[in-house]
């Protein structure tokens, strides 16, 4: 079993709908989790940025984290067009390390 | 958030010869580099992380003979490809992390688009 499961899409949704964005991971010693967007042959950008269980909220982004189910979430709500992009999740396990667990990616196209 | 370049964005080069990839922490210092390669619909793959002034350390699989990462600065590090194949044709992308850039997060350049003929 992979660290961390992302299904890789794609995923395709019309302009305005509400995306639900998921990983599950296996390492319960994972206690930081990310959310990054790449754009077509660009470097990740971070998107969201939580620690341990819970939710967070920025702008349309809320990410979500369920330590006990080992899953976490990405919702994007009133999606555009703009949010065409492949999102990875990430973790790591401490708050001095900068070593990251990342997901395939999941693919996602709004379609206008 | 904090800013990492790469160059060259693209490179195009013949079966043999040796490519240098340039990453740079633009306004920050980054205690720590990190180098992955990106293959199409695929995950980012880590090769290698690096600590200014210390040689990088190597993920499993990644031959250190083949991909040089030098990371001689605070604000500068290099990935060399050594007698590139068509194999090693990929999106390399790195990141940093270091004092400035926020509490142990990793920003990312933009990747460098590497095809060897």
């Known amino acids: 079993q992979k660290e961390v499961e992302q299904d890789p899409g794609p995923l395709s949704v019309p302009e305005g709908a509400i995306v639900s964005l998921n990983c599950t991971y296996s390492?319960?010693?994972?206690?930081?989790f990310m959310w990054y967007r790449q754009y077509s042959r660009k470097g990740p950008e971070l998107l969201m940025y939580?620690?341990?269980?819970g939710n967070k909220e920025d702008g349309r982004f809320t990410a979500q984290v369920d330590k006990s189910s080992k899953y976490i979430s990405l919702f994007i709500r009133d999606s555009q067009p703009s949010d065409s992009a492949t999102y990875l999740c990430?973790?790591?396990?401490?708050?001095?390390?900068?070593?990251?667990?990342f997901g395939k990616g999941t693919k996602l196209s709004v379609i206008p | 958030g904090a800013v990492v370049s790469q160059h060259p964005s693209r490179v195009i080069c013949k079966s043999g010869t040796s490519v240098k990839i340039e990453c740079r922490s633009l306004?920050?210092?980054?205690?720590?580099m990190f180098w992955y390669r990106q293959f199409p619909k695929k995950s980012l793959m880590l090769m290698a992380t690096?600590?200014?002034?210390?040689?990088?350390?190597?993920e499993q699989g990644v031959e250190k003979d083949k991909f040089l990462i030098n990371h001689a600065s605070l604000t500068l590090s290099t990935l060399t490809v050594t007698s590139a194949h068509p194999e090693d044709s990929s999106f390399y992308i790195c990141?940093?992390?270091?004092?400035?850039?926020?509490?142990?997060?990793?920003?990312f350049g933009p990747g460098t688009r590497l095809t060897v003929l």
């Open positions: 990430a973790m790591k396990s401490g708050a001095g390390s900068y070593q990251l667990t």
């Open positions: 306004d920050f210092q980054a205690t720590t």
């Open positions: 939580t620690y341990s269980s």
């Open positions: 390492n319960s010693a994972f206690q930081y």
């Open positions: 990141s940093a992390g270091g004092p400035g850039a926020g509490v142990s997060e990793q920003f």
């Open positions: 690096s600590n200014e002034g210390s040689k990088a350390t190597y």
